[in-house]
């Protein structure tokens, strides 16, 4: 435009000096033409400064590009937030070059998140993702280099911390220490997919093309690179500037910041499809961590020479004196005497038993023998007593708290698990998939206990002859201090696929 004025100019000037013109009319005439061409010449001028003027290049503010024109569009960083799962109902903020940070801006039911970066500082923005999956708080963090598409998952956390080599929470915190080039996070992201190649390739995610930063087309629907995010977990190690990826709660990989192309242990195909193989832990188990167990050998006929010991926890009793035995017309016995509790004498007690279904219970000066529990309880593992006309005699167990487990979990970690013992009721919130190894399924996670977020949990269960069960809460066997997995009771069982 600049070019095409001045040659008008040039033009017209040119033309007015070419006009001949005699007398003083013609005098008037040529005066006013050059009056009327050099109004015109003030205008046209006017309008080329006006049109170089708006190309930008001077001291003012709008030169940095940060005040937007009239009529131009807004810039955007959008993308998806995620972890598998959306992040639904969480927020984005954004930091931008100078450190300034803006927000928070919503994450949508689906991930997506939004941001009109019109006006800020220069990129790159740095962005952080907040939310709740499952009762436990998730945060993220990415890196936007221009505006544009910048997705928000465990993979651009690693991308950053490869880049930087830093935690990304200090990156974000402290951007103008800790700046990301483009060229840092381009070879982050390109190793990362060399890295995963052989898991984003397997048919089960057919994700080849896929790019966890900057894929404008990405979903958290669990397909694709989603499915992939959602199956993956990754241990971040700063210190030691590494990562060791699992899949599906398998161990597939591990590899450092600097060499994620060539990792120390290389992710191979065969790994990934056992990772991928459909597995399940089901059933209900119970457990008795603390039976009471009763062993008598009682001859009506000779009650001195007869003999009953009880046990159950830190109540140990053994009869001194069996004073009398009162057979009962529900096929019940009750047997009475008096005996030394923990090694200190004269203590009653009353001993009930049953034979078919086999039962027993214990009162010890007038207290039942294991506190809260009132009437005789079913004797478990096959244990049982004999009752005849002149004599009783057995070895019985019952199960006054039996833990109970309740499980139902696939090979990715979806399912559901609840455990119940005396006053512990823990129920899942979070499940990894298990590790399935020579009939034993290790099973992790977080749920609440009675009700309390954030405790982690260990199950292990053994589908064999018996099946076995064990739980850890916090690193604590519950109950403490019993440790490794028990057998189960009463028929109840696991099965692992």
Do not use: W
Not at 58 to 72: H, L
Not at 179 to 200: C, G, M
Not at 257 to 263: G, R, S, V
């Amino acid at each position: 435009m600049s070019l095409h004025i001045l040659n008008t100019t040039v033009n017209e000037c040119r033309f007015a000096k070419s006009i001949k013109i005699g007398g003083n009319k013609e005098e008037m005439k040529h005066k006013e033409l050059r009056y009327i061409i050099g109004m015109l010449l003030a205008v046209l001028l006017a309008l080329s400064l006006t049109a170089c003027g708006s190309g930008g290049g001077g001291g003012g503010g709008s030169s940095s590009g940060s005040i937007p024109q009239p009529g131009s569009q807004p810039e955007t960083v959008s993308g998806v937030a995620a972890i598998g799962a959306p992040l639904a109902g969480g927020n984005v903020y954004v930091k931008d070059s100078s450190g300034t940070e803006h927000g928070p801006y919503p994450i949508d039911a689906n991930g997506n998140y939004s941001i009109d970066v019109t006006g800020f500082n220069n990129p790159p923005f740095y962005i952080r993702a907040e939310g709740v999956i499952n009762g436990r708080p998730i945060t993220l963090y990415s890196v936007s280099i221009n505006p544009g598409t910048a997705n928000v998952n465990p993979l651009t956390n690693l991308a950053i911390a490869a880049a930087s080599g830093l935690d990304p929470a200090d990156v974000y915190n402290n951007p103008l220490t800790h700046p990301v080039a483009q060229t840092d996070i381009d070879k982050a992201i390109s190793d990362i997919l060399t890295l995963l190649a052989p898991i984003l390739n397997n048919p089960a995610y057919n994700a080849s093309n896929s790019n966890p930063l900057t894929d404008d087309d990405y979903e958290a629907d669990g397909t694709g690179l989603d499915g992939v995010i959602d199956d993956l977990n990754l241990y971040i190690d700063i210190t030691h500037g590494t990562v060791i990826i699992s899949l599906n709660g398998v161990p597939v990989g591990e590899a450092h910041f600097d060499k994620l192309d060539e990792p120390d242990d290389l992710i191979e195909e065969g790994e990934v499809a056992n990772a991928l193989t459909d597995s399940f832990v089901s059933g209900t188990g119970q457990t008795c961590p603390f039976p009471a167990t009763l062993n008598l050998n009682v001859d009506v006929t000779s009650l001195e020479t007869s003999t009953l010991r009880y046990e159950y926890q830190e109540t140990f009793l053994e009869a001194t004196e069996i004073s009398s035995v009162i057979m009962l017309p529900d096929g019940s016995a009750l047997i009475t005497g008096t005996g030394n509790l923990n090694g200190d004498p004269n203590h009653i007690f009353i001993a009930t038993v049953k034979d078919g279904p086999d039962k027993m219970a214990m009162q010890i000066d007038g207290i039942s023998g294991t506190v809260s529990i009132v009437g005789p309880l079913l004797i478990i593992d096959g244990a049982g007593f004999t009752i005849e006309d002149t004599s009783i005699s057995g070895i019985g167990q019952t199960c006054p708290f039996p833990a109970t487990l309740n499980l139902n979990v696939s090979d990715i970690g979806e399912g559901s698990l609840s455990y119940d013992f005396e006053d512990t009721f823990f129920q899942a919130t979070s499940i990894n998939a298990p590790v399935i190894a020579n009939g034993t399924a290790t099973i992790t996670g977080t749920g609440t206990l009675n009700g309390e977020q954030g405790h982690t949990f260990t199950v292990t269960v053994k589908d064999g002859s018996p099946d076995r069960m064990g739980m850890e809460i916090d690193g604590v066997a519950v109950p403490d201090p019993v440790a490794g997995p028990l057998h189960l009771i009463d028929g109840s069982g696991f099965t692992i696929t």
